[in-house]
C-alpha cells in the first residue's frame, strides 16, 4: 500500500466547510504515518535479509557441488590411468600367447606330417586286415547255415521229446494213481485185518475173563443185591491205612465174600454235600448215615493193591441200576486226587464214570460271570455223571447219571463200595 494514497485516504474530511480538523490532529496523522513507514522499511530489510541468506544458501550448495564434481573427475582420471596400465599389461601377455600359439602349430605340423605317413602305414594293414576279414566272413556264413540247419533237426527233436516226455508222464500219472489205490487198498486191508486181530484178541481175552470172572461177578452182584435188600446190614469197623493209620469205615458184611467198604453214601439226604475242597480231601459226614470218607483215604487204599469199585444207583420210581468197574484206583494230594483207572465194566446202568477217568478232582469252578458254581466232583469238559451235587438242583450240578445214548437221569440214592480184588 502507498504511504500517500493512506495519507490522503486519513486526511479526507467529511465535511470541511462545518468540521474543521484542528492542527493536534495533523501532528498525531502525521506521526502515525512516519511510525508506519519505519516499520514497512524494517519488514523491507529484514526480507532482503532472508533473501541474502538463501542467495548464500545456493551458493554454498554450488560449491559444495562443484567440490563433489572435482573430486570425481580426479577418481576418473586415476581410474583411467589404471585402466591405460591394464590394457598395457593385457597386450603384453596377448603378444606372449601369440608367440606361444605360432611355436605350438608349427610343432603340430611336424607331427601332423609324421602322423599321416603313420596313418598310410595303418591303412595298408587294415586294408589286409579287410580282406582276412572278409574270408572269415565267408566261413562264418557257412558255418551259420550248417548251424541253422543243427537248429532245425534240434527244434524238430524237441518237439518229438516233448511228445514223449506228454506220453511219458501221462502214463507216470496213471501209475501213480493205481500206485495210490493199490496203497490205499493195502493200508484199508491192514487195517481190516488189524481190527480183526484187535477184534479178536479183545474177544478172546473177554471171552477168558468172562470165564475167570463169571463165578465172582456173580456172586459180587449176590452180595451186593443182598445188602441192597436189607438182608446185610452196615458195620463200623476200624481198618488200618498206610501213612493214615487207622480210621473208622461202614463195611457192608456178606456171608459169601470179603467185606466191601462204602466210600461214599447219599440218600438219606441229611448231610450238606456242599462242601469245600478239605472236607472231600478228609471226608465228612455220619458213617451210618449219608457220608463221603475222604479222598486221601481213597488213595491210600488204592495206591498198593487193586480194588474193585461197585456204584449203586437208585432212580425214580425206585428203579435200581448198578455199575462194576475192576480196577478202581486214584492219584495222590500231588496230582489232585486224579481218577487214574476204572478198569472193565460190566452193569446195567451205563458207563457213566468213563468219560472222568484220567482226570483231577475239583470241588468249585467259574464261570463266564466269576460266580462260584460247585461240582465236586472229577472234572470233565462234557461230564456224563455227578455224584456229589445237590439233590433239589435238577441241572448238571444236581445228583445225575448218564444212562448212555444222551439219556440223563437224576438219582435218588447212590451207594459207591470198593473193596480189595482177589487176583
Known amino acids: 500500500m502507498n504511504t500517500q494514497n493512506i495519507f490522503t ?20 496523522l502525521r506521526e502515525n504515518t512516519c511510525s508506519t513507514i519505519s516499520q514497512l522499511k524494517k519488514i523491507k530489510l529484514s526480507v532482503y535479509k532472508e533473501k541474502l541468506n538463501l542467495y548464500s544458501e545456493k551458493c554454498k550448495i554450488k560449491d559444495d557441488v562443484i567440490l563433489a564434481l572435482q573430486t570425481c573427475l580426479e577418481t576418473y582420471k586415476n581410474t583411467n590411468e589404471n585402466n591405460n596400465e591394464l590394457i598395457s599389461f593385457l597386450k603384453t601377455k596377448l603378444a606372449e600367447r601369440h608367440s606361444k600359439m605360432v611355436a605350438l602349430k608349427k610343432a603340430h605340423e611336424t607331427q601332423s606330417a609324421g602322423y599321416e605317413s603313420t596313418i598310410c602305414e595303418k591303412d595298408e594293414m587294415i586294408n589286409t586286415q579287410d580282406g582276412i576279414i572278409k574270408g572269415q566272413e565267408k566261413q562264418i556264413e557257412e558255418l551259420a547255415n550248417k548251424i541253422k540247419q543243427q537248429y532245425e533237426l534240434t527244434i524238430k ?30 493200508t484199508e486191508l491192514s487195517t481190516k485185518a488189524e481190527r480183526i486181530r484187535t477184534t479178536q484178541n479183545l474177544f478172546d481175552a473177554a471171552l477168558m475173563l468172562c470165564k475167570q470172572n463169571d463165578r465172582v461177578v456173580s456172586s459180587t452182584i449176590k452180595e451186593l443185591q443182598e445188602i441192597l435188600s436189607g438182608e446185610n446190614r452196615s458195620e463200623i469197623k476200624i481198618v488200618p491205612l498206610p501213612r493214615i493209620g487207622p480210621i473208622k469205615i461202614a463195611v457192608e458184611n456178606v456171608a459169601t465174600g470179603p467185606c466191601w467198604m462204602v466210600i461214599q453214601r447219599r440218600g438219606y439226604k441229611v ?24 479222598l486221601d483215604k481213597i488213595h491210600a487204599m488204592t495206591k498198593s493193591h487193586m480194588h474193585e469199585l461197585y456204584i449203586h444207583l437208585v432212580f425214580a420210581n425206585n428203579e435200581t441200576r448198578y455199575a462194576y468197574y475192576d480196577n478202581f484206583a486214584i492219584s495222590g494230594k500231588s496230582d489232585d486226587y486224579k481218577l487214574r483207572s476204572l478198569g472193565n465194566y460190566v452193569g446195567n446202568a451205563g458207563d457213566g464214570l468213563r468219560t472222568h477217568e484220567h482226570h483231577i478232582f475239583r470241588t468249585i469252578r467259574y464261570d463266564t460271570k466269576t460266580t462260584v458254581e460247585y461240582n465236586r466232583w472229577w472234572q470233565h469238559e462234557y461230564p456224563n455223571c455227578n455224584l456229589n451235587g445237590t439233590f433239589s438242583e435238577k441241572t448238571e450240578f444236581g445228583v445225575w447219571w448218564c444212562r448212555g445214548n444222551g439219556t440223563y437221569k437224576f438219582v435218588e440214592s447212590v451207594q459207591m463200595l470198593i473193596r480189595r480184588k482177589q487176583v
Open 9 to 28: 485516504i486519513q486526511l479526507e474530511p467529511e465535511d470541511t466547510s462545518e468540521k474543521p480538523v484542528p492542527p493536534n490532529e495533523w501532528e498525531i
Open 157 to 186: 527233436s524237441d518237439e518229438l521229446i516233448s511228445s514223449l516226455r506228454a506220453t511219458v508222464e501221462d502214463s507216470e500219472a496213471k501209475i501213480k494213481e493205481r500206485d495210490q489205490k493199490i496203497t490205499q487198498l493195502e
Open 271 to 294: 448231610v450238606d454235600f456242599n462242601q469245600g475242597w478239605f472236607s472231600f480231601v478228609e471226608g465228612f459226614g455220619n458213617l451210618d448215615e449219608d457220608y463221603w470218607i475222604g
